[in-house]
């Protein structure tokens, strides 16, 4: 009886570990993939102007932080120090596929001058 009644325990621990819910788990590796995807100091430039364009101090003062953090992090290890201008500005150069999503996120937003410049940027490197 006492065998019988251990396995019926554990084909029940196991059929709600395997009918559970995965969401948590999916909601956890997608954050993991965010954060593995933000290592360098030049990502977190680009989001930390982003942030200032749109006027989110609380974002641009987390992705400022966040870039320190990362540069530090290069120092420490004897890695090449991040150029950077004296605007903070990101390195690398924007193709047509992100001038296009720079357009459509200006859009979104609500704000036309970015959204006319981009366009414009856009059409200056397809004439390329």
């Not at 009886?1 to 029940?12: K, S």
């Not at 030049?42 to 966040?66: C, G, H, V």
Request: glycine residues 10%.
């Amino acid at each position: 009886m006492r065998l019988f009644l251990t396995c019926v325990i554990g084909a029940v621990g196991l059929a709600i570990l395997g009918f559970g819910p995965p969401a948590a788990a999916e909601n956890l590796k997608s954050v993991v993939g965010a954060l593995n995807a933000i290592v360098n100091p030049e990502d977190a430039w680009r989001l930390e102007d982003q942030a200032r364009r749109y006027r989110r101090q609380a974002d641009e003062r987390y992705w400022r932080n966040y870039g320190e953090g990362l540069e530090q992090q290069r120092r420490e290890r004897g890695g090449p120090e991040p150029q950077r201008g004296d605007e903070r500005r990101y390195s690398g150069q924007i193709d047509p596929d992100e001038a296009h999503r720079l357009e459509d996120q200006a859009r979104r937003f609500g704000r036309p001058k970015a959204e006319q410049y981009w366009g414009r940027y856009r059409e200056g490197l397809d004439k390329r």
